[in-house]
């Protein structure tokens, strides 16, 4: 007999032409049964919960396929510059920041967006006289550029014995005046005031996992690939050891250090069900609103710069080619065209090279393609790991960045599956918001966030409903290999699932977005149940 049956509904198994389901049940943690009422209703018994769901909709639990996880949980707990539309409103957030900590606490996180207020970068003397005893790095949303106040700056050594020079696949911006650090530092140079910030401790780690778990499950996440550090994955496995690991979770770490991973899978395995490791992730590139993304041609509206590749070229080819024939997990982040192109292409030569085998290489955000890249991501079984949510926030500006012509094949969604591309979606919390809703309502609608796109930005790259949620339940499976048990609703498969507070299917598109998750359920247990409806 069942342990817990939802019955009254929609249940959408993500099963390719299944038939229609209205109960599902549960046992010991897996599906038991899906099907109609009656069906249902044969594993029912004295101890089974029943829970009416009053025709809403069940759905496999999201998978968020990129997240930077727990440092989204230390965040919760940071200064929140998110939607600060102007460089008052900045200020004063830091500022009162600042005065609710003790003198000498480092103020990081922030999130903060240029574009809410024109466009114009931060300077360190907006915040240099609300700061004077708080190091201050905050770093723009998309984790590409951050800005340093003085004391930071100093802290760091920068400029301390002449000019500090660029490192590669890294800027440091000078005022134009007096040539010293303006306060922001983009890509690698980041590392410049990052390397004096002290590393949170274990009970700070483990405090910001479960923060970052209740945030992620009240919005119906089960699953998590985590782009992280050894850091995140010790945490993980710290909570997992306790019991206390609520979620499944892919933990992913640098690929610099691929031969550690080697020896540490060779020693401990690859984890299990809840959490596993064997991925490795690495950048080609930075981003579009910190103009760092590489690209074919110049920025539009700063053409002195096409962009750059963030790691040496010889080591991460190096990198990719030595991991992959460890027979692990290569995922590796590229945003502009030529960076894009150029990832495809390693792949195509190790892939050569190393001979066949399931390795599931993915491109991380895969956001500005050439024409002549969309089919070359099925063609190599290369797996698209993008973003909607992004497409909603950078269609904002995005074409004054790179122009109308290079827009056409931003975030191309709906050319990518009909090239038989896999796509796996995500949130890149905290560059965007976790929550998979908003990432529904962006992949169907296009609409940008500031409501000034109603018939969608690029609307021609639209997908469905139903290709959206394959998109953050199998394809998510498929893109962390944990396809045989996760990211559909099917007997025998672990009962992760949410309810959402309506049939999505019945909902107006436009409406999706006001839909929430009425309960969360990871492995049979109820993890989150929203209250009074």
Same mark, same amino acid.
């Given at each position: 007999?069942?342990?817990?049956?939802?019955?009254?509904?929609?249940?959408?198994?993500?099963?390719?032409?299944?038939?229609?389901?209205?109960?599902?049940?549960?046992?010991?943690?897996? +599906?038991?049964?899906?099907?109609?009422?009656?069906?249902?209703?044969?594993?029912?018994?004295?101890?089974?919960?029943?829970?009416?769901?009053?025709?809403?909709?069940?759905?496999?639990?999201?998978?968020?396929?990129?997240?930077?996880?727990?440092?989204?949980?230390?965040?919760?707990?940071?200064?929140?510059?998110?939607?600060?539309?102007?460089?008052?409103?900045?200020?004063?957030?830091?500022?009162?920041?600042?005065?609710?900590?003790?003198?000498?606490?480092?103020?990081?996180?922030?999130?903060?967006?240029?574009?809410?207020?024109?466009?114009?970068?931060?300077?360190?003397?907006?915040?240099?006289?609300?700061?004077?005893?708080?190091?201050?790095?905050?770093?723009?949303?998309?984790?590409?550029?951050?800005?340093?106040?003085?004391?930071?700056?100093?802290?760091?050594?920068?400029?301390?014995?002449?000019?500090?020079?660029?490192?590669?696949?890294?800027?440091?911006?000078?005022?134009?005046?007096?040539?010293?650090?303006?306060?922001?530092?983009?890509?690698?140079?980041?590392?410049?005031?990052?390397?004096?910030?002290?590393?949170?401790?274990?009970?700070?780690?483990?405090?910001?996992?479960?923060?970052?778990?209740?945030?992620?499950?009240?919005?119906?996440?089960?699953?998590?690939?985590?782009?992280?550090?050894?850091?995140?994955?010790?945490?993980?496995?710290?909570?997992?050891?306790?019991?206390?690991?609520?979620?499944?979770?892919?933990?992913?770490?640098?690929?610099?250090?691929?031969?550690?991973? &080697?020896?540490?899978?060779?020693?401990?395995?690859?984890?299990?069900?809840?959490?596993?490791?064997?991925?490795?992730?690495?950048?080609?590139?930075?981003?579009?609103?910190?103009?760092?993304?590489?690209?074919?041609?110049?920025?539009?509206?700063?053409?002195?710069?096409?962009?750059?590749?963030?790691?040496?070229?010889?080591?991460?080819?190096?990198?990719?080619?030595?991991?992959?024939?460890?027979?692990?997990?290569?995922?590796?982040?590229?945003?502009?065209?030529?960076?894009?192109?150029?990832?495809?292409?390693?792949?195509?030569?190790?892939?050569?090279?190393?001979?066949?085998?399931?390795?599931?290489?993915?491109?991380?955000?895969?956001?500005?393609?050439?024409?002549?890249?969309?089919?070359?991501?099925?063609?190599?079984?290369?797996?698209?790991?993008?973003?909607?949510?992004?497409?909603?926030?950078?269609?904002?500006?995005?074409?004054?960045?790179?122009?109308?012509? &290079?827009?056409?094949?931003?975030?191309?969604?709906?050319?990518?599956?009909?090239?038989?591309?896999?796509?796996?979606?995500?949130?890149?919390?905290?560059?965007?918001?976790?929550?998979?809703?908003?990432?529904?309502?962006?992949?169907?609608?296009?609409?940008?966030?500031?409501?000034?796109?109603?018939?969608?930005?690029?609307?021609?790259?639209?997908?469905?409903?139903?290709?959206?949620?394959?998109?953050?339940?199998?394809?998510?499976?498929?893109?962390?290999?944990?396809?045989?048990?996760?990211?559909?609703?099917?007997?025998?498969?672990?009962?992760?699932?949410?309810?959402?507070?309506?049939?999505?299917?019945?909902?107006?598109?436009?409406?999706? +977005?006001?839909?929430?998750?009425?309960?969360?359920?990871?492995?049979?247990?109820?993890?989150?149940?929203?209250?009074?409806?």
């Amino acid at each position: 007999m069942a342990d817990l049956v939802l019955t009254g509904g929609s249940v959408w198994t993500g099963i390719p032409n299944a038939a229609k389901a209205s109960a599902l049940a549960i046992k010991d943690g897996r +599906v038991l049964r899906v099907g109609s009422e009656a069906e249902v209703r044969a594993v029912i018994g004295a101890g089974t919960r029943i829970i009416q769901l009053q025709g809403r909709s069940v759905l496999p639990g999201f998978i968020d396929a990129h997240t930077h996880f727990i440092d989204g949980g230390l965040k919760l707990a940071s200064v929140d510059l998110r939607d600060a539309a102007g460089p008052a409103e900045f200020a004063r957030r830091i500022a009162e920041f600042a005065a609710s900590v003790p003198p000498g606490t480092w103020i990081t996180g922030g999130d903060w967006d240029h574009e809410l207020w024109g466009g114009e970068l931060p300077r360190r003397e907006w915040i240099d006289s609300l700061t004077r005893e708080h190091p201050v790095f905050v770093n723009r949303l998309d984790g590409h550029m951050s800005l340093a106040n003085t004391a930071a700056i100093r802290a760091a050594g920068i400029d301390r014995d002449g000019p500090t020079p660029d490192p590669p696949g890294g800027t440091i911006v000078r005022d134009p005046r007096t040539g010293a650090a303006a306060g922001v530092f983009k890509d690698e140079a980041m590392g410049l005031v990052g390397a004096v910030i002290p590393d949170p401790t274990e009970p700070e780690l483990d405090r910001a996992l479960q923060a970052a778990a209740r945030h992620a499950l009240e919005r119906g996440v089960t699953q998590v690939h985590d782009m992280a550090g050894w850091s995140s994955l010790s945490a993980y496995r710290r909570a997992h050891a306790r019991g206390q690991l609520p979620l499944r979770v892919y933990s992913v770490v640098p690929m610099a250090t691929w031969k550690r991973l &080697r020896d540490f899978v060779a020693e401990n395995g690859r984890g299990d069900q809840r959490l596993w490791w064997g991925g490795l992730k690495a950048f080609v590139d930075g981003s579009l609103g910190s103009t760092t993304a590489w690209f074919y041609e110049p920025y539009a509206d700063e053409p002195e710069t096409s962009g750059f590749m963030t790691t040496d070229s010889v080591e991460l080819r190096s990198w990719i080619a030595s991991a992959d024939a460890a027979g692990l997990h290569v995922i590796v982040h590229a945003i502009g065209d030529a960076a894009n192109d150029w990832l495809l292409n390693v792949y195509r030569d190790v892939a050569k090279a190393n001979g066949p085998r399931d390795r599931r290489f993915r491109i991380e955000h895969a956001q500005h393609l050439t024409p002549a890249a969309i089919s070359r991501f099925a063609e190599q079984n290369v797996i698209a790991s993008m973003q909607p949510y992004h497409a909603a926030d950078d269609g904002r500006w995005a074409q004054k960045r790179i122009g109308p012509e &290079r827009i056409r094949t931003t975030y191309a969604f709906r050319s990518l599956l009909d090239q038989g591309a896999t796509l796996a979606f995500g949130s890149d919390w905290t560059v965007a918001p976790i929550d998979p809703v908003l990432g529904i309502d962006a992949a169907v609608t296009r609409r940008t966030i500031d409501g000034a796109t109603p018939g969608g930005w690029i609307p021609e790259e639209r997908i469905t409903l139903e290709e959206t949620l394959s998109a953050y339940t199998s394809g998510g499976a498929r893109a962390g290999f944990s396809e045989d048990r996760t990211g559909a609703l099917a007997p025998g498969m672990l009962a992760d699932l949410v309810i959402m507070s309506d049939d999505v299917f019945s909902v107006d598109a436009n409406k999706l +977005v006001d839909t929430r998750v009425d309960m969360t359920v990871v492995e049979g247990e109820i993890v989150f149940e929203r209250g009074e409806r």
